[in-house]
């Protein structure tokens, strides 16, 4: 079997059917891939859905656990997986019409750690057909240090198929029970593999969603993301240890941006959030800790516009930081009292 596509379902009733159409609309003979959902104990009809398909689909399997949530989901998926290649895909999201068929032909061809292809973000399930493309293109393979030193890489997971094999022999999982667990598992791997190519194949639609778990503004999640966050840029810190910056110094710049990036963002969304002036001033001086603040020029790596700059500039200062926190939060009680 060439594909194994692993799907978490939680309260996704509205969107589920579509994701699982697009997938067996693929060209793929049923015995060359197969789709396993692990059903999160959802509250809503999305399990039922899922249901239906496999009993009409002979590739597609339905297994429940706990609610655990969408790390512990995949990693039960990778264990029921049989295909050479993993892919993870959100069921809110779905796939272009018959492009997994081609890119398997280049799995098959050049035996990569991690394939890499074209995605796109939209408000439309009606974007099926792929984008045309030429076939008389090259293959760049190198590792996966290198190609991020001269590319950068996504965070999110549906971007990659991923060879099983390599994914056993490093032992990688998500971790559980936090968001970012896509910015650590695909960090780790690009750290560790040493085949990784792009495809320029039009494949993926990451369709927004109101009032998705990554959107929710509700204060008790809020404050999750906000430590999930500081989490993740203790992790990279592990991370970008292993790295040899004689030899992969543009990879090592990358990588401390995206650390950076967390602790910026986290800064963000405590402005945003109920959280006290006290303890984003606790997480910073944690952060200070593992050398991620005040902002460097490596945060600039990636994120150089006006804007970055100046909120750097007042992230950077304690006072202009208090000024700017105290300042939103009065302009929000104004805005909510009037």
Same mark, same amino acid.
């Given at each position: 079997?060439?594909?194994?596509?692993?799907?978490?379902?939680?309260?996704?009733?509205?969107?589920?059917?579509?994701?699982?159409?697009?997938?067996?609309?693929?060209?793929?003979?049923?015995?060359?891939?197969?789709?396993?959902?692990?059903?999160?104990?959802?509250?809503?009809? $999305?399990? +039922?859905?899922?249901?239906?398909?496999?009993?009409?689909? !002979?590739? %597609?399997?339905?297994?429940?656990? /706990? =609610?655990?949530?969408?790390?512990?989901?995949?990693?039960?998926?990778?264990?029921?997986?049989?295909?050479?290649?993993?892919?993870?895909?959100?069921?809110?999201?779905?796939?272009?019409?018959?492009?997994?068929?081609?890119?398997?032909?280049?799995?098959?061809?050049?035996?990569?750690?991690?394939?890499?292809?074209?995605?796109?973000?939209?408000?439309?399930?009606?974007?099926?057909?792929?984008?045309?493309? $030429?076939? +008389?293109?090259?293959?760049?393979?190198?590792?996966?240090? !290198?190609? %991020?030193?001269?590319?950068?890489? /996504? =965070?999110?997971?549906?971007?990659?198929?991923?060879?099983?094999?390599?994914?056993?022999?490093?032992?990688?999982?998500?971790?559980?029970?936090?968001?970012?667990?896509?910015?650590?598992?695909?960090?780790?791997?690009?750290?560790?593999?040493?085949?990784?190519?792009?495809?320029?194949?039009?494949?993926?639609?990451?369709?927004?969603?109101?009032?998705?778990?990554?959107?929710?503004?509700?204060?008790?999640?809020?404050? +999750?993301?906000?430590?999930?966050?500081?989490?993740?840029?203790?992790?990279?810190?592990?991370?970008?240890?292993?790295?040899?910056?004689?030899?992969?110094?543009?990879?090592?710049?990358?990588?401390?941006?995206?650390?950076?990036?967390?602790?910026?963002?986290?800064?963000?969304?405590?402005?945003?959030?109920?959280?006290?002036?006290?303890?984003?001033?606790?997480?910073?001086?944690?952060?200070?800790?593992?050398?991620?603040?005040?902002?460097?020029?490596?945060?600039?790596?990636?994120?150089?516009?006006?804007?970055?700059?100046?909120?750097?500039?007042?992230?950077?200062?304690?006072?202009?930081?208090?000024?700017?926190?105290?300042?939103?939060?009065?302009?929000?009680?104004?805005?909510?009292?009037?």
């Amino acid at each position: 079997m060439l594909l194994s596509i692993i799907i978490p379902v939680y309260n996704v009733e509205k969107y589920i059917e579509k994701c699982l159409t697009s997938l067996v609309n693929q060209n793929l003979n049923v015995d060359d891939y197969e789709i396993i959902i692990i059903n999160d104990e959802t509250p809503d009809n $999305s399990a +039922k859905i899922a249901e239906s398909f496999a009993e009409k689909y !002979s590739c %597609i399997s339905v297994y429940h656990q /706990k =609610n655990t949530g969408v790390g512990v989901a995949r990693n039960n998926g990778m264990k029921y997986a049989k295909g050479q290649y993993i892919y993870f895909i959100d069921p809110d999201d779905y796939l272009t019409t018959n492009a997994l068929a081609k890119l398997l032909d280049y799995v098959i061809k050049y035996d990569p750690d991690i394939l890499t292809f074209k995605t796109k973000t939209t408000t439309s399930y009606n974007e099926l057909m792929p984008v045309e493309y $030429s076939s +008389k293109f090259e293959i760049d393979m190198r590792s996966g240090l !290198s190609f %991020i030193g001269d590319n950068g890489f /996504k =965070n999110e997971i549906w971007w990659y198929l991923i060879k099983r094999d390599f994914l056993q022999s490093t032992g990688t999982e998500f971790i559980k029970g936090r968001w970012m667990e896509d910015a650590i598992f695909t960090a780790t791997l690009f750290i560790k593999a040493k085949k990784v190519c792009f495809v320029p194949i039009d494949t993926h639609r990451h369709v927004i969603v109101p009032n998705s778990a990554m959107t929710s503004k509700e204060p008790e999640h809020y404050k +999750k993301v906000i430590y999930d966050n500081e989490n993740a840029a203790i992790v990279y810190n592990n991370l970008l240890k292993d790295i040899d910056k004689s030899e992969y110094l543009e990879a090592y710049e990358v990588l401390k941006s995206r650390q950076a990036s967390f602790v910026f963002f986290l800064i963000i969304r405590t402005i945003k959030s109920n959280l006290k002036f006290k303890e984003l001033k606790d997480i910073l001086s944690r952060m200070k800790q593992i050398g991620v603040y005040p902002f460097n020029h490596y945060f600039f790596k990636t994120y150089n516009n006006i804007t970055y700059k100046i909120l750097v500039k007042v992230f950077n200062n304690k006072t202009s930081l208090y000024l700017g926190f105290n300042t939103y939060r009065l302009f929000k009680k104004l805005r909510i009292a009037g």
